[in-house]
């Protein structure tokens, strides 16, 4: 494919900036830090936040603190899919046995379940739609796997979920990229950064105190609990929270040796006429695809721009220089857009864990929640409530993802030297596999 000179691709006033905030831009939150208090929560992204709204829900004071504006994290940088159950790893019952692999699946749902109803009573204004998920087969082999999957995901998470074999596939997607795909009809979109303002707002209306500018540097234990340091003076709180996710840094190091941060980025489109985006996204779902190398999309809420994400580099690079790669995939998917310029490049650090299943547990005697494996809008959000109501006594059962064993590498000490390696190596399987060289895994 010709690829244009990057003048061509970039508007004028390009920004690095997530689109998003052109909406709802994170804010300072100017808090003196207190000199004492019931919970502290390190990281104020929807999780922390969400811990901290059902402490303070009990009448537990919980602070909130941030490195930077709060929600400048990944929390208001994603692309606001919201995938029904969100992603589970297929062989989950060999990784954590079946019972526990059931309650996990409840889990999902009841995440699902908690995040829908949360923006349906509290009357969130966050451009919330539920059209539905496409997800695109790279070759003939992943479309079989992908329907097979479908009818486990029917069957035990209940989905509303469909084929979309090659030939029916314009009607999901303007683009013959794909080899047919599935449709699921509970997944959902919102705008990531409205969600990060509704739920700050609540959580300050009752009670919560959160600090800006507040980044830890250091967790004691003390008599009465822990000392958590911070740039802007130390807090003396009975419990602490870490929910730093694929932020975390040395303040927490055995929690930073089982996640493996990852850089994504993602992009915005400059506006374009109504029609084109109908006619690259028909039905107005959310996409994404089977390659281990991923692309997502999505329109804008108002239908104007397309917002599309690909692994463009596989270490912490340059926006610029992402946008270009992320620009060459677009065209990839929908050759029709070449013209098109992007407005906005982002991007923001996302954490795995070894077993592709979120953590929470505790470690040293903190609590700790993170390993969004990529999927945490809903996910992140539940399981800081999660840890939140388990630290007030108000759970009705264990959460499924709680207590299980974390895997690290050995020698591994949080820096994923080997995430290019594999990087290269998942961009030469995806491309063996969609020219039918190699099977599905
Ligand atoms: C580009 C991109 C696209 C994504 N798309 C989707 C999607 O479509 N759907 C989906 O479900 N998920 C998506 N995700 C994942 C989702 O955004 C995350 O799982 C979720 O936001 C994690 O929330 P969190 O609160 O755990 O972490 P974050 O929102 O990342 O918050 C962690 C916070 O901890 C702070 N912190 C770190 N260290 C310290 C310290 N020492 N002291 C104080 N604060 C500290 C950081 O500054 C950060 O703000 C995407 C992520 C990215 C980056």
């Known amino acids: 494919m010709p690829r244009a000179s990057t003048s061509d691709i970039f508007t004028t006033?390009?920004?690095?900036?997530?689109?998003?905030w052109e909406d709802a831009p994170p804010y300072p939150a100017g808090a003196d830090v207190p000199e004492r208090i019931d919970v502290a929560i390190v990281g104020g992204g929807y999780c922390g936040l969400m811990a901290a709204l059902a402490l303070a829900q009990h009448g537990i004071g919980a602070l909130v603190l941030e490195a930077d504006d709060p929600g400048a994290g990944a929390s208001t940088r994603n692309h606001g899919h919201i995938g029904g159950v969100g992603k589970l790893p297929a062989k989950?019952?060999?990784?954590?046995?079946?019972?526990?692999?059931?309650?996990?699946?409840?889990?999902?749902?009841?995440?699902?379940?908690?995040?829908?109803?949360?923006?349906?009573?509290?009357?969130?204004?966050?451009?919330?739609v539920q059209r539905g998920r496409f997800l695109g087969a790279h070759s003939q082999d992943a479309y079989d796997a992908l329907v097979r999957r479908a009818v486990e995901q029917r069957r035990d998470l209940n989905l509303t979920i469909r084929a979309v074999p090659r030939e029916e596939q314009r009607q999901e997607i303007g683009s013959d990229f794909y080899f047919g795909g599935t449709v699921t009809e509970e997944a959902a979109a919102l705008h990531p950064a409205k969600l990060y303002r509704a739920m700050r707002r609540l959580a300050e209306r009752a009670g919560v105190v959160v600090c800006g500018q507040a980044r830890v540097d250091g967790i004691t234990r003390v008599a009465r609990g822990f000392r958590v340091g911070t740039v802007r003076g130390s807090v003396i709180a009975d419990q602490v929270v870490v929910a730093t996710n694929g932020y975390t840094g040395a303040v927490s190091p055995a929690l930073r040796r089982g996640l493996v941060p990852v850089t994504a980025y993602i992009t915005a489109t400059e506006e374009m006429?109504?029609?084109?985006?109908?006619?690259?996204?028909?039905?107005?779902?959310?996409?994404?695809?089977?390659?281990?190398?991923?692309?997502?999309?999505?329109?804008?809420?108002?239908?104007?721009?397309?917002?599309?994400a690909a692994r463009a580099k596989w270490y912490d690079g340059n926006e610029r220089e992402a946008g270009a790669v992320l620009h060459r995939h677009l065209c990839r998917v929908w050759p029709q857009l070449r013209g098109v310029r992007l407005s906005h490049t982002w991007k923001g650090q996302i954490a795995f864990t070894f077993n592709h299943v979120p953590h929470m547990g505790s470690q040293n005697g903190l609590h700790v929640v993170a390993g969004c494996n990529g999927s945490g809008v809903t996910r992140m959000s539940y399981l800081g409530?999660?840890?939140?109501?388990?630290?007030?006594?108000?759970?009705?059962?264990?959460?499924?993802f709680d207590g299980l064993p974390m895997a690290t590498m050995p020698g591994y000490s949080g820096r994923p030297w080997f995430v290019p390696i594999l990087g290269r190596c998942y961009e030469l399987l995806d491309g063996l596999e969609r020219a039918g060289v190699l099977g599905h895994r």
């Not at 006033?13 to 998003?20: A, C, L, S």
């Not at 999660?386 to 264990?398: D, T, V």
């Open 13 to 20: 006033d390009w920004q690095t900036r997530p689109f998003w």
């Open 92 to 128: 989950l019952e060999r990784a954590v046995g079946a019972a526990r692999a059931a309650m996990i699946k409840e889990d999902a749902v009841r995440g699902w379940d908690y995040l829908r109803d949360l923006i349906q009573t509290q009357g969130f204004d966050v451009d919330y």
């Open 273 to 308: 006429p109504e029609a084109l985006v109908a006619e690259c996204l028909p039905t107005n779902r959310t996409g994404g695809d089977t390659k281990r190398s991923l692309y997502a999309f999505r329109s804008s809420p108002d239908r104007r721009r397309i917002v599309f």
């Open 385 to 400: 409530r999660q840890i939140g109501l388990k630290i007030a006594g108000k759970q009705n059962r264990p959460c499924g």
